[in-house]
């Protein structure tokens, strides 16, 4: 069943028009369709026409040119009618089906969220309205009619702009809607419902005026002020920047809140998952704001990369999504910090995008084949294709990658492409041959890169020589190497950065970073004229999404490079190797059953964390020119995820141990610094909440600071934090002291969270966060505890969102996820089960983001008890293709 991307083929026919009619109703919905098909094919003879469709969609009449089927032209199976003895040319097909709204838990197609009507047609979602060719290569002009109940549904919506309305009978109305520009059914939505809205307006540079509308539900409305002040910054934003115009009149965002991902870019009508549009200072944190900012863009430049110039077939979905991603990851960063924005968006990616590419699923960011394509809206594709792109940037610049884009819309316009087209046109802006970075889109698995740094006195020169392997993956074992970009900067013994001469590239200028290009397996580059013995800064900014191992740098080089590297990036990252490899020495220790008792002795025994360590965290957290989201990010401790990869067989829990140990220790011995910081950054009495970069980066530094203090365990702090969670001002303070106290032995977690129960039992998004806590708590036997929240009234499993907090946090607790009798493992399977009856995109969410896909990385016994569970899931009647995919790629792996 499944899909490769080697059999693309154009379809056999186009469809130039649509005319769809919704008659909604309580007890089902009748879609009227009618198409207008022109031939496709080579030859004389009429092809079939293979329509997709889903057995849930039944069909009620179809007819083509006028006249009804006789019941030998065509055939209907469970996923597919099928056409024939079409007549020569172009031709009109009706087609009438009956859905039913009300009964689809899965979220894809038309369903209902608190009452209201909603489509989500990415990927394949339309053929659960009607039958069609539902492939993103069939682009259309539609007009949509929409009928419903007038007092329930007020407001009808869909693509474009409305030509017409009124009243029917029967309390019934109308609503007709029409999209100038082709598109493919992906990008078709519809909205019916009791909804409040917000509006706006945004004057492009042309000086035309569009009408910006948020709808929400009544109770939230007041909370879509920033998201709708996201929205025209982002319209600003992609004009300056990109030079590109929003083309229509009209712009609206729905929220609902049951959606599967995160929002969803249909023409002029995007449709959010609520926890990314609404928004306030009591009930929303830092973080929150700035995601509902990033998403409010992203989607908007959809528009452009995306809607204007859509994707060939589903395997070049990052021709989209790493593009739109780049693009919205430069606008957060044009907006707030740039460099804790890079640091955020690395961190994630070697989190989460690195353990991908090591896993049962890893593949490469255009997939050669899926079974269900909603598995591949991965971080490989999104992240690591947005890295991809940036990786052009970095080579061409900032105009020639503007000069790219522009060449990409003059050529692609109003097409459906692929990610060659978007490589060539970026090649030929600049006359740069880029054919080499082919092997990023088809190879899988992260790049390990190798500098060793040479230096002679006598000559003056600095050598770098550079390596690269990619480790194998499933099913493919054989890697090339791939163009690797790594920008580079040397510094004097006085923190300096020395002027370059880059052999073989000498123009005049010396710039303090170059951007060194590895194509082969193995090269070196020489930089001459240096004065001195430099301290090399490497990979400046994360210039390519690789791991990086330096050959010779020792501890005192990280230190240096912490204390004055003039690229906040690498200056982040020396703190980070130094943390990294402290960790993997202490675990080394820790797993060394001889070495003493407990994970606490054998880790003293190996020296615990050293001073000079201590010492240099101690000079970044009191360095107050520094930006407090810099210092916070500063004195994180890398993720096990991101160590995991290089120990083999690894116990989770005691990694997860020499962590808390080496968190415990650093509060300890910073414990003054801390307070300091706390101190300095604490908002004053009755200050106003702002969300800015400025305002966010203090609450930032001070609530790092409290989690550390919380580590401490002590009863002062227990107490300090529970006057805070019942003092804040803002959500943002509110839910860090929470989180801070969760694994706190003292008696104030729990009267934390009554309390914060209490204030927030009406407002679902809040009890997010509640739930999110409680999930991944640490504390020892936690499962119990997680099996309550799932009887608790707050929850649904029908909710996404209440899914994913309680599954995916408990999935991060590691002493109750990989606890050693494999109840956490059964509790996940259970509940993948369970949730795959109701939803199988968010079932299978639940599968991919959790170790099951990485089961060949923990030790033994672990590895026996994933499989198991894996086995068991597999062997479920009815299993979604969606878990069946990813847990089947697991066991095999
Ligand atoms: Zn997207």
Redesign the pocket.
Known sequence: QAVYRKDYKPPPYLIERVHLTFVLNEDSTRVLSRLSFKPNYDGEAPPPLPLDGRKDVKLVAVKVAGEALAADSYELTDKKLTLSGLPKGAFEVEIETEIKPQENTSLEGLYKSSGNFVTQCEAEGFRGITFFLDRPDVMAKYTTRVEAAKEPYPVLLSNGNLLDSGDLPDGRHFAVWEDPFPKPCYLFALVAGSLSLKEDTFTTRSGRSITLRIYAEAKDIDKVGHAMRSLQKAMKWDEDVFGLEYDLDLFNIVAVSDFNM??M?NKSLNIFNSRLVIASPATSSDLDFARVEGVVA??YF?NWT?NRVTCRDWFQLTL??GL??FRDQEFSADMNSRAVKRIDDVTRLRTAQFAEDSGAMSHPIRPDKYIKMDNFYTLTV?EKGAEIVRMYNTLLGKEGFRKGMDLYFQRHDGQAVTCDDFRAAMADAKGRDLSAFAAWYGQAGTPQVTVAGEYDAAARTFTLSASQRTPPTPGQSDKAPVPIPIAVGLLGADGQELPLHLKGHENGAAPTTEVLLLEGAQQEFVFTEVSERPVPSLLRGFSAPVKLEVEGQDEEQLRFLLAHDSDPFCRWEAGQRLLRSLLMALYAAAADTAKGESVEERVAGAGGVPEALVGALRAVLDDPSLDGAFVAAAISLPSASELIDDIPGVDPVVLHDVRQYVARQLAEQLRPELEAAVKRTDSAPGEAYSPDAASAARRALKNRALYYLGELGDAEVGADLLRRTREATNMTDHIAALAALIDHPGAERDTALQEFYEAWKGEPLVLLKWIGIQAGAHVPGNLGAVKGLLGHPAFALSNPNMCYALFLSFLRSTPNFHAADGSGYAFLADSILQVDKVNRQVAARMTGSSAFTSVRKFDARRQGLMRAQLQRILAQDGLSENVYEIASSSLQE
Do not use: P
Request: cysteine-free; hydrophobic content about 15%; charged content about 35%.
């Open positions: 995160g929002a870019e992203h989607e959809h995306g989209k999504e739109t991603v999104y």
